[in-house]
């Protein structure tokens, strides 16, 4: 079958196909490996993971407008798609937007939540240079960047980031926004120090979905022990444990490091961060492996 017959073929399966809803979804944070664990999970034979990998649906008004229907269309697994299995997505934007976690609960509010933590500093200096690498990228932004074909100014995000001609360094990041915290603004983006204040993000799901059905990770867990991770996300979901024999641990969606943390930045969000991060840990009651 030629790749314009498959696609004919993915298009009409698409309109008539209902689609499928989530058991689970990895909710974030960003830049914490969710990329990579999204990959890992899709390649067990009785899990789904969506098309495409960040449906950005109870986040992003502009799709949640479109509905249900339009979100269960993201859930469909073309190879046999009237196979039963777990689906889930991943869109890290979740764990971050204060609206997600109502309407993830609205939606299905037996979903299962998981969400990977990320030490705040280097995932502060990682989404950085994502959204640098992003700004001197040739073929344009992401799709989620436009509203139709202009770039959606209404977006701190793209205001601050994408609009001036010259990108602000890490430094002027934090400034502008230790600026916005100290307002108490109700900007969200950009997110670059917020979206490592976990607490207040862990707490809004712990409200709706309780502990039970939140799964709380670590960065390094996936990185220094990665098949008992996945079997620990594999008896949270109530599956029988694997051997993942079968996985492919390429790691996905890896920031390449152009410009170096300076020291004295990293030591002010050490101090940043330490109430913030003390706080977390009296939370949960033990110091996630991030």
Request: aromatic residues 16%; charged residues 25%; hydrophobic residues 35%.
């Amino acid at each position: 079958m030629t790749d314009m017959l498959k696609k004919a073929a993915i298009q009409v399966l698409s309109e008539v196909h209902p689609g499928n809803e989530p058991g689970f979804i990895i909710a974030g944070a960003q830049k914490s490996a969710t990329t990579s664990l999204h990959y890992y999970l899709n390649q067990h034979p009785d899990l789904r993971g969506s098309n495409p990998k960040e449906v950005c649906y109870f986040h992003d008004d502009r799709n949640y407008r479109k509905g249900k229907e339009w979100y269960r269309k993201a859930f469909i697994n073309f190879r046999s798609p009237f196979k039963k299995g777990h689906f889930f997505e991943t869109t890290p934007e979740y764990v971050y937007y204060k609206k997600a976690p109502a309407r993830i609960y609205d939606f299905n509010r037996d979903m299962k939540i998981i969400i990977v933590l990320r030490e705040p500093v280097q995932r502060a200096f990682s989404a950085w240079t994502m959204y640098r690498m992003l700004a001197n990228q040739k073929e344009g932004l992401p799709d989620i960047f436009y509203n139709g074909n202009e770039l959606d100014i209404s977006s701190g995000l793209v205001r601050e980031f994408f609009v001036p001609d010259e990108f602000p360094s890490f430094e002027q990041c934090i400034q502008s926004e230790i600026q916005k915290i100290d307002s108490d603004s109700d900007q969200q983006e950009p997110g670059i120090l917020r979206r490592g204040i976990y607490l207040p993000q862990i707490r809004r799901y712990h409200k709706f979905f309780g502990k039970e059905q939140v799964l709380i990770l670590g960065f390094k867990e996936l990185v220094n022990s990665l098949v008992p991770t996945l079997n620990r996300i594999l008896e949270f979901l109530g599956l029988p444990e694997s051997s993942w024999s079968f996985l492919d641990c390429k790691k996905r969606n890896v920031n390449r490091y152009l410009v170096r943390l300076q020291p004295e930045t990293k030591r002010f969000l050490k101090d940043f961060y330490q109430p913030y991060n003390r706080s977390l840990f009296e939370y949960l009651g033990y110091q996630p492996d991030w």
